[in-house]
Protein backbone atom coordinates (compact mmCIF):
# COMPACT_ATOMS: atom_id res chain seq x y z
CA UNK A 1 0.00 0.00 0.00
CA UNK A 2 1.17 3.45 -0.91
CA UNK A 3 1.55 6.68 1.00
CA UNK A 4 2.13 10.17 0.83
CA UNK A 5 2.89 13.42 2.47
CA UNK A 6 2.33 17.01 1.52
CA UNK A 7 4.34 19.50 3.60
CA UNK A 8 4.24 23.75 3.54
CA UNK A 9 6.26 24.35 0.46
CA UNK A 10 8.74 26.82 1.93
CA UNK A 11 9.82 26.80 5.75
CA UNK A 12 12.15 29.69 7.53
CA UNK A 13 13.56 29.78 10.71
CA UNK A 14 15.88 30.94 13.28
CA UNK A 15 15.81 33.63 15.69
CA UNK A 16 14.84 36.79 13.47
CA UNK A 17 13.05 35.14 10.71
CA UNK A 18 10.04 37.19 10.94
CA UNK A 19 11.97 39.66 8.00
CA UNK A 20 11.75 37.13 5.58
CA UNK A 21 8.46 38.05 5.55
CA UNK A 22 10.00 41.36 2.59
CA UNK A 23 11.27 38.63 1.10
CA UNK A 24 7.70 36.34 0.51
CA UNK A 25 5.72 39.11 -0.45
CA UNK A 26 8.05 40.62 -2.82
CA UNK A 27 8.34 37.07 -4.44
CA UNK A 28 4.44 36.63 -4.36
CA UNK A 29 4.64 40.53 -5.89
CA UNK A 30 1.59 41.12 -3.20
CA UNK A 31 0.02 44.48 -2.55
CA UNK A 32 -2.60 43.78 0.12
CA UNK A 33 -2.16 41.37 3.08
CA UNK A 34 -4.95 40.44 5.77
CA UNK A 35 -3.47 39.59 8.97
CA UNK A 36 -5.61 37.22 11.45
CA UNK A 37 -4.53 37.20 14.99
CA UNK A 38 -6.30 37.60 18.37
CA UNK A 39 -6.36 40.59 20.79
CA UNK A 40 -4.01 39.04 23.24
CA UNK A 41 -0.85 38.28 21.07
CA UNK A 42 -1.70 42.23 20.27
CA UNK A 43 -1.60 43.22 23.65
CA UNK A 44 1.37 40.98 23.97
CA UNK A 45 2.92 43.64 21.28
CA UNK A 46 3.84 41.01 19.05
CA UNK A 47 1.64 42.27 16.25
CA UNK A 48 3.91 45.56 16.58
CA UNK A 49 6.69 43.51 15.47
CA UNK A 50 4.70 41.75 12.52
CA UNK A 51 3.45 45.48 11.57
CA UNK A 52 6.57 47.20 11.39
CA UNK A 53 8.05 44.64 9.04
CA UNK A 54 5.09 44.85 6.97
CA UNK A 55 5.39 48.40 6.60
CA UNK A 56 9.57 48.41 5.90
CA UNK A 57 7.80 46.55 2.74
CA UNK A 58 4.83 49.03 1.81
CA UNK A 59 2.63 46.41 1.44
CA UNK A 60 -0.95 47.76 2.28
CA UNK A 61 -2.20 45.25 5.18
CA UNK A 62 -5.25 44.93 7.60
CA UNK A 63 -5.28 43.52 10.84
CA UNK A 64 -8.33 41.59 12.03
CA UNK A 65 -7.53 40.60 15.86
CA UNK A 66 -11.34 39.46 16.62
CA UNK A 67 -10.32 35.86 16.78
CA UNK A 68 -11.92 33.45 19.86
CA UNK A 69 -9.97 30.66 21.63
CA UNK A 70 -10.93 27.36 19.33
CA UNK A 71 -13.73 29.46 17.77
CA UNK A 72 -17.30 27.61 16.54
CA UNK A 73 -17.81 27.12 12.99
CA UNK A 74 -20.11 30.00 12.95
CA UNK A 75 -17.96 32.20 14.41
CA UNK A 76 -15.15 31.40 11.82
CA UNK A 77 -18.08 31.83 9.05
CA UNK A 78 -18.05 35.36 10.76
CA UNK A 79 -14.36 35.95 10.67
CA UNK A 80 -14.96 35.24 7.01
CA UNK A 81 -17.70 37.54 6.61
CA UNK A 82 -16.18 40.33 8.13
CA UNK A 83 -12.96 39.81 6.14
CA UNK A 84 -14.22 38.95 2.73
CA UNK A 85 -14.01 42.56 1.11
CA UNK A 86 -10.27 43.03 2.07
CA UNK A 87 -9.68 41.78 -1.79
CA UNK A 88 -5.71 40.57 -0.24
CA UNK A 89 -3.34 38.66 -2.29
CA UNK A 90 -2.45 37.03 0.95
CA UNK A 91 -3.49 36.02 4.25
CA UNK A 92 -1.19 36.00 7.27
CA UNK A 93 -1.81 33.47 10.61
CA UNK A 94 -0.47 35.19 13.35
CA UNK A 95 -0.69 33.39 16.37
CA UNK A 96 -1.58 30.38 17.97
CA UNK A 97 -4.17 27.02 16.26
CA UNK A 98 -7.73 28.85 16.64
CA UNK A 99 -5.70 31.94 14.81
CA UNK A 100 -4.21 29.95 12.21
CA UNK A 101 -7.24 27.17 11.74
CA UNK A 102 -9.07 30.26 11.21
CA UNK A 103 -6.87 31.71 8.80
CA UNK A 104 -6.18 28.75 6.95
CA UNK A 105 -10.63 28.15 6.30
CA UNK A 106 -10.73 31.90 5.49
CA UNK A 107 -7.81 31.09 2.73
CA UNK A 108 -10.58 28.30 1.11
CA UNK A 109 -13.67 30.43 2.06
CA UNK A 110 -13.17 33.37 0.56
CA UNK A 111 -14.87 34.47 -2.75
CA UNK A 112 -16.34 30.45 -2.15
CA UNK A 113 -19.81 29.62 -2.35
CA UNK A 114 -19.83 27.21 0.28
CA UNK A 115 -19.90 27.82 4.14
CA UNK A 116 -17.89 26.42 6.87
CA UNK A 117 -20.90 24.06 7.80
CA UNK A 118 -20.65 22.59 4.28
CA UNK A 119 -16.84 21.91 4.57
CA UNK A 120 -17.62 20.09 7.98
CA UNK A 121 -20.27 17.67 6.08
CA UNK A 122 -17.94 17.39 2.72
CA UNK A 123 -14.64 18.92 3.57
CA UNK A 124 -12.98 17.78 -0.11
CA UNK A 125 -14.94 20.71 -1.73
CA UNK A 126 -12.49 23.24 -0.25
CA UNK A 127 -10.17 24.95 -2.62
CA UNK A 128 -7.97 27.66 -1.99
CA UNK A 129 -8.74 30.78 -3.18
CA UNK A 130 -5.89 33.22 -1.24
CA UNK A 131 -2.27 31.74 -0.61
CA UNK A 132 -0.73 31.89 3.27
CA UNK A 133 1.94 32.39 5.26
CA UNK A 134 1.25 30.50 8.67
CA UNK A 135 3.71 32.09 11.36
CA UNK A 136 3.35 30.62 15.44
CA UNK A 137 3.14 32.31 18.23
CA UNK A 138 3.34 29.43 20.62
CA UNK A 139 5.33 25.93 20.76
CA UNK A 140 2.20 23.66 20.02
CA UNK A 141 -0.50 23.00 17.70
CA UNK A 142 1.56 22.31 14.61
CA UNK A 143 -1.32 24.10 12.48
CA UNK A 144 1.33 25.47 10.66
CA UNK A 145 1.97 22.52 8.97
CA UNK A 146 -0.87 20.86 8.80
CA UNK A 147 -4.25 20.25 6.29
CA UNK A 148 -6.40 20.52 9.78
CA UNK A 149 -9.03 23.11 10.69
CA UNK A 150 -10.37 22.38 14.09
CA UNK A 151 -13.95 24.26 14.88
CA UNK A 152 -16.51 23.88 17.59
CA UNK A 153 -19.97 22.90 16.57
CA UNK A 154 -21.47 24.16 19.41
CA UNK A 155 -25.12 22.30 18.37
CA UNK A 156 -23.52 18.99 19.25
CA UNK A 157 -21.37 20.20 22.13
CA UNK A 158 -17.90 18.45 20.57
CA UNK A 159 -15.15 19.76 18.34
CA UNK A 160 -14.77 18.67 15.21
CA UNK A 161 -12.15 18.31 12.65
CA UNK A 162 -11.83 20.05 8.61
CA UNK A 163 -8.74 18.36 6.81
CA UNK A 164 -8.28 19.21 2.76
CA UNK A 165 -4.94 18.99 1.17
CA UNK A 166 -6.15 22.82 0.02
CA UNK A 167 -5.38 24.31 3.58
CA UNK A 168 -1.60 23.46 3.61
CA UNK A 169 0.06 26.55 3.99
CA UNK A 170 2.19 28.07 1.21
CA UNK A 171 4.65 29.85 3.54
CA UNK A 172 6.20 28.74 7.40
CA UNK A 173 7.78 31.09 9.79
CA UNK A 174 9.40 29.79 12.70
CA UNK A 175 10.75 32.64 14.63
CA UNK A 176 11.78 31.68 18.35
CA UNK A 177 12.26 35.27 19.36
CA UNK A 178 7.93 35.34 19.22
CA UNK A 179 7.83 32.68 21.82
CA UNK A 180 10.41 34.35 24.11
CA UNK A 181 7.97 35.51 26.84
CA UNK A 182 5.39 32.99 26.17
CA UNK A 183 3.84 32.36 29.69
CA UNK A 184 4.72 29.65 31.47
CA UNK A 185 1.27 28.14 31.22
CA UNK A 186 1.17 28.13 27.43
CA UNK A 187 3.90 26.92 27.08
CA UNK A 188 3.08 23.50 28.91
CA UNK A 189 -0.06 23.41 27.56
CA UNK A 190 1.18 23.90 23.97
CA UNK A 191 3.84 22.07 24.10
CA UNK A 192 2.41 18.91 25.62
CA UNK A 193 -0.31 18.73 22.67
CA UNK A 194 2.59 18.74 20.80
CA UNK A 195 4.07 16.11 22.45
CA UNK A 196 0.65 14.14 21.62
CA UNK A 197 0.34 14.62 18.17
CA UNK A 198 4.09 13.76 17.74
CA UNK A 199 3.46 10.19 20.31
CA UNK A 200 -0.17 9.62 18.94
CA UNK A 201 0.77 9.68 15.46
CA UNK A 202 3.93 7.49 15.42
CA UNK A 203 1.51 4.84 17.20
CA UNK A 204 -1.40 5.57 14.75
CA UNK A 205 -2.53 2.99 12.73
CA UNK A 206 -2.16 5.32 9.97
CA UNK A 207 1.52 5.80 10.62
CA UNK A 208 3.91 5.57 7.70
CA UNK A 209 8.00 5.62 7.05
CA UNK A 210 7.17 9.19 5.86
CA UNK A 211 5.10 10.57 8.47
CA UNK A 212 7.37 8.57 11.56
CA UNK A 213 10.27 10.70 10.57
CA UNK A 214 8.85 14.00 11.89
CA UNK A 215 6.96 12.46 14.63
CA UNK A 216 9.56 10.50 16.27
CA UNK A 217 12.25 13.95 15.75
CA UNK A 218 9.61 16.15 16.63
CA UNK A 219 8.92 13.61 20.51
CA UNK A 220 12.57 13.97 20.48
CA UNK A 221 12.78 17.09 20.57
CA UNK A 222 10.00 17.98 22.25
CA UNK A 223 10.60 15.35 25.33
CA UNK A 224 14.37 16.64 25.74
CA UNK A 225 13.01 20.33 25.78
CA UNK A 226 9.88 21.05 27.27
CA UNK A 227 10.88 21.01 31.36
CA UNK A 228 13.86 23.59 30.22
CA UNK A 229 11.51 25.91 28.22
CA UNK A 230 9.11 25.67 31.08
CA UNK A 231 11.70 26.08 33.61
CA UNK A 232 14.44 28.75 31.66
CA UNK A 233 12.19 31.50 30.58
CA UNK A 234 15.80 32.92 29.07
CA UNK A 235 17.12 29.30 27.30
CA UNK A 236 16.29 30.40 23.39
CA UNK A 237 18.12 27.37 22.65
CA UNK A 238 15.13 25.25 24.32
CA UNK A 239 12.10 27.11 22.63
CA UNK A 240 13.59 26.98 19.64
CA UNK A 241 13.54 22.94 19.44
CA UNK A 242 9.83 23.44 20.44
CA UNK A 243 9.07 25.24 17.59
CA UNK A 244 10.92 23.19 15.74
CA UNK A 245 9.08 19.95 17.33
CA UNK A 246 6.03 21.29 17.43
CA UNK A 247 5.96 21.73 13.48
CA UNK A 248 7.48 18.44 13.19
CA UNK A 249 4.16 17.26 14.90
CA UNK A 250 2.10 18.59 12.59
CA UNK A 251 3.69 17.26 9.74
CA UNK A 252 3.31 14.07 11.41
CA UNK A 253 -0.62 14.43 11.66
CA UNK A 254 -0.99 15.23 7.69
CA UNK A 255 1.30 12.35 6.92
CA UNK A 256 -0.51 9.82 9.73
CA UNK A 257 -3.27 10.97 12.42
CA UNK A 258 -3.81 11.43 15.94
CA UNK A 259 -5.79 8.72 17.97
CA UNK A 260 -7.59 8.44 21.22
CA UNK A 261 -5.71 11.21 23.37
CA UNK A 262 -7.17 13.86 20.66
CA UNK A 263 -10.58 11.93 20.16
CA UNK A 264 -11.68 11.82 23.58
CA UNK A 265 -9.98 15.21 23.96
CA UNK A 266 -12.76 17.06 21.73
CA UNK A 267 -15.48 16.89 24.27
CA UNK A 268 -13.89 18.27 26.45
CA UNK A 269 -13.19 21.18 24.83
CA UNK A 270 -16.70 22.01 22.86
CA UNK A 271 -18.93 21.50 25.92
CA UNK A 272 -16.47 22.49 28.67
CA UNK A 273 -13.84 24.67 26.56
CA UNK A 274 -11.11 23.46 28.55
CA UNK A 275 -8.11 24.67 26.22
CA UNK A 276 -7.10 21.93 24.12
CA UNK A 277 -3.32 21.55 25.03
CA UNK A 278 -4.73 21.09 28.60
CA UNK A 279 -7.52 18.38 28.15
CA UNK A 280 -4.88 16.49 26.11
CA UNK A 281 -2.63 16.48 29.01
CA UNK A 282 -5.56 15.48 31.39
CA UNK A 283 -6.34 12.34 29.24
CA UNK A 284 -2.40 11.44 27.69
CA UNK A 285 -1.31 9.22 30.47
CA UNK A 286 -4.13 7.40 31.05
CA UNK A 287 -4.73 7.01 27.15
CA UNK A 288 -1.30 5.72 26.40
CA UNK A 289 -1.08 2.98 29.45
CA UNK A 290 -4.57 1.56 27.84
CA UNK A 291 -2.78 1.33 24.33
CA UNK A 292 0.61 0.40 25.23
CA UNK A 293 0.48 -3.12 24.89
CA UNK A 294 -1.01 -2.50 21.02
CA UNK A 295 1.75 0.26 20.21
CA UNK A 296 4.60 -1.21 23.16
CA UNK A 297 7.15 -1.82 19.85
CA UNK A 298 6.29 2.07 18.63
CA UNK A 299 6.84 3.38 22.55
CA UNK A 300 9.86 1.59 23.00
CA UNK A 301 11.39 3.03 19.36
CA UNK A 302 10.53 6.32 21.30
CA UNK A 303 12.45 5.11 24.21
CA UNK A 304 15.33 4.67 22.26
CA UNK A 305 15.50 7.90 20.62
CA UNK A 306 15.13 9.85 23.75
CA UNK A 307 17.37 7.43 26.23
CA UNK A 308 19.78 5.48 24.92
CA UNK A 309 20.40 4.13 28.39
CA UNK A 310 17.77 1.75 27.68
CA UNK A 311 19.22 -0.15 25.26
CA UNK A 312 19.15 -3.28 27.17
CA UNK A 313 15.90 -3.23 28.70
CA UNK A 314 12.43 -4.71 27.53
CA UNK A 315 9.88 -3.88 24.80
CA UNK A 316 8.09 -3.63 28.02
CA UNK A 317 10.03 -1.63 29.79
CA UNK A 318 10.89 0.44 27.23
CA UNK A 319 6.97 1.59 26.71
CA UNK A 320 6.45 2.31 30.27
CA UNK A 321 9.30 4.61 30.42
CA UNK A 322 7.73 7.34 27.69
CA UNK A 323 4.50 6.28 29.32
CA UNK A 324 6.41 8.02 32.81
CA UNK A 325 7.82 10.86 31.08
CA UNK A 326 4.80 11.72 30.02
CA UNK A 327 3.65 11.89 33.34
CA UNK A 328 5.87 13.30 34.90
CA UNK A 329 6.49 16.54 32.08
CA UNK A 330 2.71 17.19 32.60
CA UNK A 331 3.60 16.96 36.78
CA UNK A 332 6.69 19.54 36.04
CA UNK A 333 4.81 22.03 33.75
CA UNK A 334 1.57 22.30 36.36
CA UNK A 335 -0.74 20.78 34.00
CA UNK A 336 -4.35 19.98 36.14
CA UNK A 337 -4.41 16.13 35.86
CA UNK A 338 -7.95 15.71 36.91
CA UNK A 339 -11.83 17.10 35.35
CA UNK A 340 -12.91 17.86 38.63
CA UNK A 341 -10.93 20.98 38.38
CA UNK A 342 -13.24 22.35 35.38
CA UNK A 343 -16.44 21.48 37.41
CA UNK A 344 -16.72 18.02 35.29
CA UNK A 345 -18.52 14.92 37.86
CA UNK A 346 -19.86 11.75 37.08
CA UNK A 347 -23.02 12.93 36.56
CA UNK A 348 -21.13 14.47 32.88
CA UNK A 349 -19.51 10.75 32.54
CA UNK A 350 -22.41 9.34 29.97
CA UNK A 351 -21.88 12.63 27.80
CA UNK A 352 -18.39 12.06 27.55
CA UNK A 353 -18.54 8.42 26.40
CA UNK A 354 -21.44 9.11 23.85
CA UNK A 355 -19.32 11.85 22.63
CA UNK A 356 -16.30 10.76 22.78
CA UNK A 357 -17.09 7.01 20.67
CA UNK A 358 -18.44 9.24 17.93
CA UNK A 359 -15.10 11.12 16.91
CA UNK A 360 -14.81 8.28 14.51
CA UNK A 361 -12.24 10.41 12.41
CA UNK A 362 -9.39 9.36 14.56
CA UNK A 363 -10.50 6.70 16.76
CA UNK A 364 -10.16 4.88 13.36
CA UNK A 365 -6.31 5.62 13.54
CA UNK A 366 -5.73 3.93 17.57
CA UNK A 367 -4.01 1.00 17.42
CA UNK A 368 -6.57 -0.59 20.00
CA UNK A 369 -10.72 -0.20 19.28
CA UNK A 370 -12.35 1.31 21.80
CA UNK A 371 -15.76 0.32 23.35
CA UNK A 372 -18.19 2.36 25.27
CA UNK A 373 -16.59 0.77 28.41
CA UNK A 374 -13.56 1.51 27.86
CA UNK A 375 -14.04 4.85 27.10
CA UNK A 376 -15.93 4.82 30.22
CA UNK A 377 -13.20 3.69 31.63
CA UNK A 378 -10.91 6.30 30.35
CA UNK A 379 -13.16 9.12 31.14
CA UNK A 380 -13.63 7.55 35.06
CA UNK A 381 -9.88 7.61 35.90
CA UNK A 382 -9.54 11.39 35.22
CA UNK A 383 -12.94 12.39 36.64
CA UNK A 384 -11.50 11.24 40.09
Do not use: W
Request: aromatic share 6%; hydrophobic share 40%.
Amino acid sequence: MGFQLTIPANLYGGSGSLHELSNILKKESARKVIVYTDKGIRNAGLVDELCKVLEETGVEFNVYDDIKPEPSYIEVEKIQEETKNAQADLIIGFGGGSVMDAAKLCSVLIGASYSVKDLLDTPQIAAKKIKTIMIPTTCGTGSEATCNAIVAVPEEKVKKGIVNNEMIPDYVILDPQLIRNLPKQIIAATGVDALAHAVECYTSNKATPFSNVYALEGAKLIFENIRQAYNEPENMKAKEAMLIGAFYGGVAITGSGTTAVHALSYPLGGKYHIPHGVSNAILFETVMNFNKDACADQLADICDAINPSYSDKSVNEKAQYVIDEIADIVKVTNIPVNLNEFGIQKDDLEFLVQAGSEQKRLLVNNKKELSKEDIRQIYSKVIG
